[in-house]
């Protein structure tokens, strides 16, 4: 994996790394106002197959605002978004995405199998093959034993897991996971962590917010959010060498001290 | 590893590209939707109660409240001239005193003052004696007996009505042994016959209940889907905008349509209300009203957080719509400015067609510019939920 300095990241010449073959994510310059609110401020980077992309930053950097664009919820004020080779948004992809909201987004009078269902058929699954992957998807979270139980009885945790479950369904090939392990005790976040690494293995790339340092320290690559603008994206290990700080929170606070040094100096 | 990534990402690439649908409408994905709303309600109990049971509650109530036995009412008669007038008048007041119950009382009234003492409201009817009655009874022809009804009232014409009719029969005397019973012709100043105020009801009620439970149970529906975000999930899926407004629409109309069904069945089969309509224009009238709702509920949602705000839409957007809509006073006696505030109401509209399919049996054409001004609504709120629905997709 590259080291490249996230600065660099922003010259035109690094829109040929952009451009290879296995970048399922490119966003070039992006920007998204809410009326005076600038949410992202000219955002740059490139997210490739197969690895688990972290966005880190503290509520209210971005996040959010980034995945939900990334899925073609809402237009860029301006810049650019392709996402498996289109400019978003675009819903022809829809079928090849996977969302694991922030909130658990379940159907309460539902059963979890009648909420596996509904998605499921929105994604196109019916009949048998529907039913293969339900079973394959309540097998994987665990959830097994409470199939026909209606969800609103379901604790936090186990919403969470079927929430996992809806995500990954119809076998999406980029799943955006927003917050996932919030709220989770630590033995499931472990297991969600595990579980992350085994799609990476299958092909899936996985692009999580989260603003766990700790969990941010298991993704291939990082992005650092603050106030809506990149602050430095790369593996976690090329962030603490950049820095020279030995744990990524204190890197963290190092990108974003400069970042503040930067503004002034503009100013 | 990186290399690993690459060929994986290359076969991945190589097979999007031919894979991509493009969004395409699917009915499935709109059933699917309709489908779960269905499988929603009918998991909600209390939802499921409120459409069925508290439309009949309310009927039923109305039918006792409005149809009880009117009491204080006066009978005006206008006897037959001279000794045979005032035997016929005694022998009223002795049979009436005979049946009791009914608190009616009698009054006479000049040949020439009916209808003046009627639009008084000095009497709400008048029992006419022709002036030759004594001659006819004596001579064994039937005599020709009127009853005038004010008949404004349903429950007191109708209630005069068959204290008269079995007065009339009882008023044979045991002297003329011919037998001859005095014929009686009934007719109305207002109105007409077999007209009860839940007649006049029924038709608004299936309206509005149709209207009012839809709309407050699509607008909760919708704010559930934005609160618990599910809306989210829906939003990045292959789910069109168009085919979640149509999946509601179809899953409510379930509702609708059945909850029309069985108040109809109720007014028709229990409360005995009058009925000369057409089920498939009733059921047209409450497709449009429907969709309409839906809609409507999916736009006012979007400006309310919780459940509670959604109850506060009743005031503003549905009160006016049951006071000026025709139930309790006709549109055309409003004050001008409510008169055109009367016509910009859905509800105003569904009152007249179904007033019109149910009472007078009116068919597709009669009723088709109301039912136009129907699917014009349906169509102004289809464009309101779209436009609330771009508003989260941003």
Known sequence: ?267 | MSERLDSVAVAAGAAHEQRAPRARFSLRRVVAVAARIVRQFIRDRRSLGLLFLAPLLVLTLLNLVLNNTASNLTLGIVAPPGQAGEAVVSQMRQRLDQQDSTGLSLKTVPRNQVDATLKAGDADGVLIFPGDYAQALASGAPPQLTLRLEGSNPSAAKQLSATVALLAASLTSPASSTGAQPALTTTYLYAGPEYTQTDALAPLLIGLFAFFFVFILASVAFLRERSQGTIERLLVSPLSKAELVLGYVGGFLVFALAQSLVILLYVVYVLRVHYAGNLGLLFLVTVALTIGGVNMGIFASAFARTELQVIQFIPILLVPQILLGGMFWAVDTLPPVLHQLAYVMPLTYANFALKDVMLKGFGLSQIGPDLLALVAFAIAMVAAAAFSLRQDAA
């Open chain 1, 1 to 267: 994996m590259g080291t490249l300095d996230p600065d660099e990241s922003i010259r035109p010449e690094t829109r040929a790394v952009a451009a290879r073959d296995d970048t399922v994510v490119m966003v070039h310059e992006l920007v998204r106002d809410f009326g005076k609110n600038r949410a992202l401020d000219h955002v740059t980077m490139s997210i490739r197959a197969g690895e688990t992309f972290g966005l880190i930053g503290p509520n209210g950097s971005g996040k959010t605002t980034l995945i939900r664009l990334l899925q073609g919820i809402g237009a860029p004020t301006s810049g650019e978004v392709r996402v498996l080779g289109r400019a978003m948004p675009d819903r022809a992809i829809a079928s090849q995405i996977g969302y694991m909201t922030q909130s658990d987004a379940l159907y309460g009078e539902l059963s979890a199998r009648e909420n596996l269902r509904f998605f499921g058929r929105l994604y196109g699954l019916h009949g048998a093959r529907l039913g293969q992957h339900i079973a394959e998807a309540l097998a994987l979270v665990e959830l097994t034993d409470r199939t026909d139980d209606p969800v609103r009885t379901f604790s936090g945790g186990m919403r969470q897991r079927l929430s996992l479950a809806i995500a990954l369904l119809h076998q999406p090939r980029l799943l955006f996971l927003d917050e996932p392990t919030v709220g989770i005790d630590p033995e499931l976040r472990n297991a969600f962590w595990a579980y992350f690494a085994e799609l990476n293995r299958r092909g899936v790339t996985i692009i999580v917010s989260t603003h766990h340092l700790d969990e941010a320290a298991r993704c291939h690559r990082i992005a650092l959010l603050r106030f809506g603008v990149l602050l430095a994206a790369d593996t976690p290990a090329a962030l603490r060498a950049a820095s020279g700080e030995q744990d990524l929170e204190r890197a963290f606070l190092y990108f974003a001290r400069r970042q503040a040094t930067s503004m002034r100096a503009a100013e």
